[in-house]
């Protein structure tokens, strides 16, 4: 099977969805949810690609439930 080509930040375009890139996290954070802080409402983040390009994303917790056990910090990982 052929591996997608990785797509640099830099070249990453809000009118397409469909990019393969491969990024460290560099920090990684939680919010707690507005009526209860015991539970987690999103995950924030930084994180980098190979060439340096830094960006700040969230994901909400209820989108993030299938791989919330990938997100540390100093962690590489390919995203489709």
């Not at 591996?3 to 469909?18: C, G, H, S």
Request: glycine share 2%; charged share 20%; net charge neutral.
């Amino acid at each position: 099977m052929e591996q997608p080509a990785i797509t640099l930040l830099n070249n990453v375009d809000l009118n397409v969805d469909d990019y393969t890139i491969r990024v460290r996290v560099v920090r990684l954070w939680t919010r707690p949810a507005f009526n209860n802080p015991r539970k987690i409402y999103c995950y924030d983040m930084i994180f980098m690609d190979q060439e340096g390009t830094k960006m700040q994303a969230f994901v909400l917790q209820r989108n993030a439930t299938v791989y919330e056990h990938l997100l540390k910090e100093n962690q590489c990982f390919n995203y489709s």
